[in-house]
C-alpha cells in the first residue's frame, strides 16, 4: 500500500507536483497515467525518498520510505533503465544491491534467471541494449522479493515479444498479492494491463477511477453518415426519433450502433448514403480529452495526426 | 547492522569497477617510480650541490619525491569513487537501497579511505626503500629518528589526499568540475601558494602544504613553519573534516540527481 496526502514538489516556480491524494492498493495493477512531463517520474522519486516533497506525505505501509529496515524487502523499483555503472557486471550490480539490505547473494542468480539475463550475468552493463537495461532494472526491483513494485515507463525500449513478457510479469505480481504501480504515457498500454487508473496532468490528478469504470464512462460508439441529400435524411432520421448531429466536413453523427436502421431508413426513403461507418471512440482519444487542458509540451499547431487504431500506440513504444 | 551491510555493499561496488585498479595501481607505479629515479640523481649529484643544501639534505623527502604526481593519482581515485554514483545515475539506485544518506557516504568514504590506506602504505614504504637503495652512502634508516614516522605519515598523506578528493566531489557531484578543480590546484596552485613570500603565511595551512610536513625528517634550513609533522597532519585532517561535511550536508539536503 502507497498513500500518498497533498504531495506537492516545486522546482523554483514551477509546479511539478500539486497535492497529489491517491492510495494504490495490493493485488491489483495500478497505473500512473499522464502526458510526458505530467509529473509520474518525480512523484515516484517521492516515493522513494529521492526528492524531497515541498509540502505532502508520502507514506509506504504507513512508514516513510526511509524509514523501513532493508527497503528493497519492502518496495522494489525500476526508476531509469540507465542507471547503472556501466563498468559493472550485471552479477556485480545486483550483488551491491543485496548486500546493502542483507539479501543473501543465491537470490542474485534467481532473479538474472527470472529476467533471462544469466547468459550475460559477468558482462559490462555498458555493453547491454536498452531492453536488456529494462529487464536488468527489473531484477533489481525483484531482487528483495519485495510486496510493493514500481515500475516508470518499463514497457519502453523492448522489443514486442520483452513487452507481452513485462505485461503478465505484472499481472502475476499483481496476482500474488502484491502492490504493482506502473507509470506509462500510452493509455493504450494501460488499457491492457493495469486494474485501476491513475490520472494525472501537470501535477494535478485528473482521474482515480477502476480501469472498467473508465472504459465503461468513455468508450463512446456512434454512426458517422455522409449523405448528399442531408436535410431530407435529418427528417427522416428526426421522424424515427434519431438524435442526429453535425460533425463537421458535411458528416452527421448518430449516437449508438444504430447502422443498420438507418440503412433501412434511407433505403426505404430512397436516400443515398456515401458513407455509413460505426465508429468507436478509442481510450486513447478519451485519454487526449481528459489531459488535453493539462499538456504542457503542446505540438505545434498543424494539421491533426491521422485517428489512430486502437492499441496502435504499443507499437511504436 | 545496516553500516555494515553497506559496506559490505560499498566493497563489492569499489572492487567490480576497473578505474579502481588504474587509479590506485597509477599511484603506486608513478609515486616509487619519479621516487626512485629522484633518489638516483640526487646520489650522483651530492657533490654538485651548494653546501647550504648539502646541510639540509633530507634523504627521506628525496625518496617521496613522486608523491607530487602519485598524489594526483589518488585524487582522481577519490573523486571517481563518488562521482560515479551521478554520472551513471547509480546514485538513484544506491539511495533507495539505502536511503540513510549519512550511512550511504560514510560507509562509501570508509570503504575507499581503506583501501587508500593499504595502497598508500605500501607505496610510501615501497618509495622509502627503492629510494633509499639509490641513495647510497646518503641513505636513511628506517630506524633513524623520525624517519618511521615520516614513511608511515606518507601512507597517511595519500589517504587523507583521497579523502579529501571524496568530500570535494561529494559537494561537486560532476568528475570534470572536481577534477578540473582539484588537479590544478594540488599540483600547481597550492605549491605556488606555499612558496612565494607574499603568500607563505597563509599558503602553508593549506591541506599538502600542512600535511606533506609530516614526510620531513630533516629541517630546512631558516624553516620557520609554525607547526610540527603532526600538527602539519591535523591541519590536513581539519581540511579533510570540512570536504566530507559539507558533501555530507549538502548530500542530506538535495534531491539526488
Redesign the interface.
Known amino acids: 500500500m502507497i498513500e500518498l496526502e497533498g504531495l506537492t514538489k516545486r522546482f523554483g516556480e514551477k509546479v511539478a507536483v500539486d497535492h497529489l491524494t491517491f492510495s494504490v492498493r495490493p493485488g491489483i495493477v495500478t497505473g500512473f497515467l499522464g502526458p510526458n512531463g505530467a509529473g509520474k517520474s518525480t512523484t515516484m522519486?517521492m516515493i522513494?525518498?529521492?526528492?524531497?516533497p515541498t509540502a505532502g506525505d508520502v507514506r509506504i505501509d504507513g512508514t516513510h520510505?526511509?524509514r523501513?529496515?532493508d527497503?528493497?524487502t519492502y518496495l522494489g523499483?525500476l526508476?531509469?533503465a540507465?542507471?547503472?555503472?556501466?563498468?559493472?557486471?550485471a552479477y556485480?550490480h545486483l550483488?551491491?544491491?543485496a548486500?546493502?539490505?542483507?539479501i543473501p547473494a543465491s537470490r542474485v542468480a534467481q532473479v538474472l534467471e527470472t529476467v533471462g539475463l544469466t547468459a550475460v550475468a559477468r558482462k559490462k552493463a555498458k555493453g547491454f541494449s536498452l531492453g536488456m537495461g529494462q529487464r536488468l532494472g527489473i531484477a533489481?526491483a525483484l531482487l528483495g522479493d519485495p510486496r510493493i513494485l514500481m515500475f516508470d515507463e518499463p514497457v519502453n525500449g523492448l522489443d514486442p515479444e520483452g513487452i507481452h513478457w513485462i505485461r503478465n510479469l505484472m499481472k502475476s505480481l499483481a496476482a500474488q498479492g502484491r502492490t504493482v504501480f506502473v507509470s506509462s504515457h500510452l493509455m493504450s498500454e494501460m488499457a491492457l494491463t493495469a486494474d485501476h487508473l491513475v490520472v494525472i496532468g501537470q501535477g494535478r490528478l485528473l482521474a482515480d477511477t477502476s480501469m472498467a469504470d473508465f472504459i465503461r464512462a468513455n468508450s463512446r460508439s456512434y454512426v458517422r453518415i455522409r449523405c448528399p441529400q442531408r436535410e431530407r435524411l435529418r427528417d427522416v432520421l428526426h421522424q424515427a426519433g434519431i438524435t442526429v448531429v453535425e460533425a463537421g466536413g458535411g458528416a452527421l453523427e448518430v449516437e449508438g450502433g444504430k447502422a443498420e436502421q438507418i440503412g433501412e431508413l434511407a433505403a426505404r426513403y430512397g436516400l443515398v448514403l456515401h458513407e455509413l461507418s460505426p465508429q468507436q471512440a478509442s481510450l486513447e482519444e478519451a485519454f487526449m480529452q481528459l489531459t488535453a487542458e493539462a499538456v504542457e509540451y503542446h505540438a505545434q499547431a498543424g494539421p491533426e495526426p491521422a485517428p489512430r487504431d486502437w492499441g496502435a500506440g504499443w507499437k511504436e513504444a | 547492522m545496516a553500516a555494515v551491510r553497506a559496506i559490505r555493499s560499498e566493497w563489492t561496488k569499489i572492487r567490480s569497477v576497473a578505474s579502481t585498479v588504474w587509479t590506485l595501481s597509477l599511484a603506486v607505479v608513478v609515486t616509487v617510480a619519479v621516487g626512485t629515479l629522484l633518489s638516483a640523481l640526487s646520489n650522483s649529484q651530492f657533490d654538485n650541490m651548494p653546501a647550504r643544501e648539502r646541510l639540509s639534505f633530507d634523504p627521506t623527502v628525496i625518496s617521496f619525491a613522486g608523491m607530487t604526481l602519485g598524489q594526483l593519482a589518488m585524487i582522481v581515485f577519490g573523486v571517481l569513487v563518488v562521482s560515479n554514483e551521478y554520472s551513471t545515475g547509480m546514485i538513484r539506485v544506491s539511495l533507495a537501497a539505502v536511503p540513510q544518506r549519512g550511512t550511504f557516504l560514510f560507509s562509501k568514504v570508509a570503504v575507499a579511505a581503506a583501501l587508500a590506506l593499504a595502497v598508500g602504505l605500501v607505496t610510501s614504504f615501497a618509495a622509502f626503500f627503492l629510494g633509499q637503495a639509490m641513495l647510497g652512502p646518503h641513505r636513511a634508516g628506517i630506524g633513524d629518528p623520525g624517519v618511521l614516522r615520516a614513511v608511515f605519515g606518507g601512507g597517511l598523506y595519500m589517504t587523507l589526499i583521497a579523502m579529501f578528493s571524496m568530500g570535494v566531489a561529494a559537494m561537486l557531484r560532476s568528475p570534470m568540475l572536481s577534477l578540473g578543480i582539484l588537479m590544478p590546484f594540488f599540483f600547481l596552485i597550492s605549491n605556488i601558494l606555499g612558496n612565494v613570500d607574499a603568500t607563505k603565511k597563509i599558503g602553508r595551512f593549506l591541506p599538502d602544504q600542512a600535511g606533506n610536513r609530516i614526510m620531513q625528517v630533516v629541517p630546512r634550513v631558516g624553516d620557520d613553519t609554525p607547526y610540527g609533522p603532526w600538527a602539519g597532519l591535523g591541519i590536513m585532517a581539519l581540511w579533510v573534516i570540512a570536504a566530507l561535511t559539507g558533501g555530507y550536508l549538502l548530500l542530506k539536503r538535495r534531491d539526488a540527481q
Open positions: 522519486r522513494l525518498g529521492l526528492d524531497r520510505y526511509d523501513l529496515k527497503p528493497l523499483a526508476l531509469d540507465k542507471a547503472v555503472h556501466g563498468g559493472r557486471s556485480n550483488l551491491c544491491l548486500q546493502s539490505n542483507g533489481g
